[in-house]
């Protein structure tokens, strides 16, 4: 379309007309199955966040097959020591983001000595309790066509005195590090300061005031380190639970030191617990982690920082999340909907623990077949554009909305999550569109459901078609179908829609 031609579009605002008969859109009417209306509003003037072309993003973790947790050993050999990263299905599963962005850190991080040349001691097995190595040199970093974060050991130097670290960072070993990695030409997208240290810290903790100077060093030393060097690596931190007293005082001295403030969330409880399906399902529950994305938001603009906000690491249930349910269909009605939320609130990335590892990995930890949340991120990843959208849903409350403009593409796009047991057809209220006698007549919707409507099936179907990869560890194209718009978005019992309307075109978009 021509540029002139768009602004005119915009202008001349197209009431749609909805018809509000609703037709027999659905076949599966059954007895028993209520069908509820409502309708998608969406603020077409003005966008509210923006996200990063890769806001999807993923961790990996050092922790050791013998993490075990509730009587279960969910790690595999998924460690940043002995994932095996020549693996096809992985390498597939990484490539269909292109970029992936990958955080590599957790709980161990902070207790890495790096096995680098100013380090004389022999190459150990990685060991819970002693002394650890990371043998850079085995070709495992960077990852073909992933952005690496990479976590630095944050307490070296530092003394714990009844569960404060004390005492300025001593970054020799990170800086030499770092420069190893410099050397090797690989490129690090960030560099991130400890892990969990932030308020309370979990473990240990540091005070607002001494993790800003840590931070300081660390900006110091990337900037002699990168000197002449491009791109320069961010400066990432803190990397913990969010404490808004903690993180107001962090932001505020931290200054320009840092360029992204990462924080976490497991606000499923623990994975040993019996009900987190339930909360999954409970829209206030899930609503619950607003006021934490709110309040970050509302320290970075008052702070006048130019740092953004990250989700440096989530994996819903603590302690490595629970089977059958972090790896399950259920899931991506908590991930899609952080997702969703968090850019609400305009934070630019979001990584999930893990890409593989525990019982919350994207793939499975030993075949690295996808779990059903991997095809939800890929959906997001393709679809879900730079700009985030004000949507809210008219009806039931069971129903979950977002939207955004398109990705690489015309129009916008619409998540809907259903957590509730009825059809809800919903109508997208709009006024800016295109005229109806031009070309695009339809909508592509993407209906992902549960195998068996089983919310705790592994196996996740498309349209009604099983993913799976294929025998040569390909990653299926995920294909929507095609809808006429003029029909409400059907969205069944327990699923999830996406759904691409080429033909909107609001001003919030262009
Ligand atoms: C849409 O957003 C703009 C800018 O934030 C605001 O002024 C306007 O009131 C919003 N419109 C509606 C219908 O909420
Ligand atoms: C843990 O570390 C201590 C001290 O370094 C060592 O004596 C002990 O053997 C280690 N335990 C294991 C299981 O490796
Ligand atoms: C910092 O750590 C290095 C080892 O990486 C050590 O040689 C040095 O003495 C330490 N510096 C201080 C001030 O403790
Ligand atoms: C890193 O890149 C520089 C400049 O392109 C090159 O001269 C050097 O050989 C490279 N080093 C390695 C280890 O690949
Ligand atoms: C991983 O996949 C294998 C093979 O399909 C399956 O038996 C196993 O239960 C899966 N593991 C997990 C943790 O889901
Ligand atoms: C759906 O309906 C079933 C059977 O009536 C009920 O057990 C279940 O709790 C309902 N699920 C939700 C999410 O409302």
Redesign the pocket.
Known sequence: MGSQIRPLLAMSSYLLCFSFIVVNAVNEEKKGYSFEKGFV?I?E??F?GKIEDDFVCATLDWWPTQKCDYGRCSWGHASLLNLDLKNNVLLNAVKAFSPLKIRLGGTLQDKVTYGTEDYHHPCTPFVRNTSRMFDFTKGCLPMHRAKIIFGLNALNGKSIQSGSAVGPWNHTNAESFIRYTVKKNYTIHGWELGNELSGKGIGASISADRYASDVSTLRHMIEDVYRGIKPKPLVISPGGFFDATWFKEFVTKAGKSVDVITHHIYNLGPGVDEHISKKILDPSYLDGEAKTFNSLKNILQSSGTSATAWVGEAGGAYNSGRHLVSDAFVNSFWYLDQLGMSATYDTRAYCRQTLVGGNYGLLNVSTFMPNPDYYSALLWHRLMGHRVL?ARFSGTKKIRAYAHCAKQQKGITILLLNLGNSTVLAEVSLKFTKPPHDHVKFREEYHLTAKNQNLHSQVMLLNGNILRVNKDGAIPPLKPVHVDPSKPIVVTPLSVVFAHIPDVIIPACT
């Open positions: 509003f603020n003037t003005s509210i004000a």
